[in-house]
Nanobody, 123 residues
Framework: QVQLVESGGGLVQAGDSLRLSCAAS????????MGWFRQAPEKEREFVASIHWIGAITYYADSVKGRFTVSRDYAKNTISLQMNSLKPEDTAVYYC????????????????WGQGTQVTVSS
C-alpha cells in the first residue's frame, strides 16, 4: 500500500533551522505533485509548499516564501522541506501529501497523507 512517512520534526528556538523528510513508497508518483501541509491547534490544515515530481516546479505559501525550500530526491523517493528562520507561528504538525493537482491545492484535494510530524518553535 502507499505510504508517506515523515521524519525530522522537533523543538527549536526562533531563528533556528529544521529539515523535514518524507519517504514515499507503494507506487510511483510521476503523475503527482508532492507537498507539505501544516495544522496548528484549532486551525485548519493549510498548504505550505509543493513540488512536481517530474520537472521539480515548486510552489510556496506566502507565509513561508523565502524561508522554506522544498526539494525531491528521485533515487531515494523522498521529498524534503528545509525550514530556515523559523518563527513561533510556524509551530504545527507538518504533513507530507501527494495530489494529482498542480501548484497549491486544498487539503481535500490530497490523495495521500503521511502521519504528521510535530514542529515546535519557541520564542
Amino acid at each position: 500500500q502507499v505510504q508517506l512517512v515523515e521524519s525530522g520534526g522537533g523543538l527549536v528556538q526562533a531563528g533556528d533551522s529544521l529539515r523535514l523528510s518524507c519517504a514515499a513508497s507503494g507506487r510511483t508518483f510521476s503523475s503527482h505533485a508532492m507537498g507539505w501541509f501544516r495544522q496548528a491547534p484549532e486551525k485548519e490544515r493549510e498548504f505550505v509548499a509543493s513540488i512536481h515530481w517530474i520537472g521539480a516546479i515548486t510552489y510556496y505559501a506566502d507565509s513561508v516564501k523565502g524561508r522554506f525550500t522544498v526539494s525531491r530526491d528521485y533515487a531515494k523517493n523522498t521529498i524534503s522541506l528545509q525550514m530556515n528562520s523559523l518563527k513561533p507561528e510556524d509551530t504545527a504538525v507538518y504533513y507530507c501529501a501527494a495530489s494529482r493537482m498542480r501548484g497549491s491545492w486544498y487539503a481535500g484535494q490530497t490523495e495521500y497523507w503521511g502521519q504528521g510530524t510535530q514542529v515546535t518553535v519557541s520564542s
